[in-house]
């Protein structure tokens, strides 16, 4: 993977007025995207996503802060996919509208071709793709917009959180979708709030809260972040023996759900080492992960140790 950003930003500010008084959605955030990489943006609603994807595709004007495009190519220009945005001509098809907007960005389009024909099916859209795109659902408007991203080429995908009403395609099929489409010489970022997309698509994740990058970098260098030794959640029967003075094996969280619990502990030695050492003690193990591993879990410590 070529490491080198499409796209720097340096100490970005961005206030909002309400009723309330000044909102501050972002707050000194640096950040970079990288040639060949999937980036994901993660955080609650309201952390700022939007506004700092807004400001990257140029929508939004920041109040601060530096944003840096690295080798910028007209025919290459970053295209941005939101998850309400009219975007095309409703009075026009849906192939009339890629005629039009791919001839403005300077690509040439073969729809004859069988790349087009492909994605056109991929995407389920051979049976609207002739009709006026006012008839268009929300799922197929949205599908339709990354049809043409892709397309179109660009050098950054900048996705926002559509997935939502993407309802043709799984989330792991998005993910291997986009992360196709990403090669040497492009990008793309994309937020959301589902963590399965993280894990199937993003080769770096930033989580965002309040405004602020709270972590960025691998899933499992975030991980390591937030995690001591290795942690495991063990869900028990919650009517066997207390799991409290078992040697070895920290505790750091119990919660009983029903007739079950759900513990969390630290433990030196490997799941299934765990496992047994735990059920000598009579103990019956309904289940047990390592979250150490799971970027899912990193995030709600992430965000969680932000509020404190």
Same mark, same amino acid.
């Given at each position: ?27 000194? =955030?640096? +950040? ?41 190519? !007209? ?50 859209? &051979? ?12 799922? &197929? ?9 892709? +397309?179109? !080429? ?22 291997? +979708? ?49 995690? !001591? ?13 207390? =799991?409290?003075?078992?040697?070895? =094996? ?5 919660? !009983? ?16 080492? +765990?496992?047994?050492?735990? &059920? ?8 047990? =992960? ?17 509020? &404190?």
């Amino acid at each position: 993977m070529n490491s080198s950003p499409i796209v720097r930003l340096t100490n970005i500010v961005k206030t909002f007025k309400s009723p309330g008084g000044i909102v501050n959605a972002l707050r000194d =955030v640096s +950040l970079e995207v990288r040639r060949g990489e999937v980036l994901g943006i993660v955080g609650p609603n309201g952390a700022g996503k939007s506004t700092l994807l807004r400001i990257i595709a140029g929508l939004i004007v920041p109040d601060g802060g530096e944003i840096v495009w690295s080798g910028y190519n !007209k025919e290459r220009r970053p295209i941005f996919i939101g998850s309400s945005e009219r975007g095309f001509y409703y009075r026009l098809s849906g192939i009339d509208n890629l005629r039009f907007f791919l001839k403005l960005a300077g690509q040439e389009f073969d729809e004859d071709g069988g790349e087009f024909r492909s994605l056109v099916n991929r995407f389920e859209l &051979e049976t609207v793709i002739g009709r006026r795109y006012q008839t268009y659902s929300t799922g &197929e408007r949205q599908r339709f917009a990354l049809l043409y991203a892709i +397309l179109a !080429k660009p050098s950054l995908f900048i996705i926002d959180e559509f997935t939502h009403s993407v309802d043709i395609l799984s989330q792991s099929g998005l993910a291997s +979708l986009v992360r196709e489409y990403v090669n040497e010489n492009s990008g793309a970022i994309i937020a959301t709030h589902q963590i399965g997309i993280v894990r199937e698509a993003c080769h770096r994740v930033a989580f965002i809260n309040n405004g602020c990058i709270v972590a960025v970098g691998m899933p499992q260098e975030i991980s390591r972040v937030y995690f !001591k030794g290795d942690e495991f959640r063990l869900i028990l029967d919650g009517t066997t023996a207390d =799991v409290t003075d078992i040697e070895n =094996v920290e505790i750091i969280g119990i919660e !009983k759900v029903g007739g079950r619990a759900i513990v969390d502990v630290r433990f030196e030695g490997g799941l299934p080492e +765990l496992i047994i050492t735990v &059920e000598r003690k009579g103990v019956r193990v309904l289940s047990a =992960v390592n979250i150490g591993e799971d970027i899912g879990e990193a995030y709600r410590r992430a965000i969680e140790r932000d509020v &404190e």
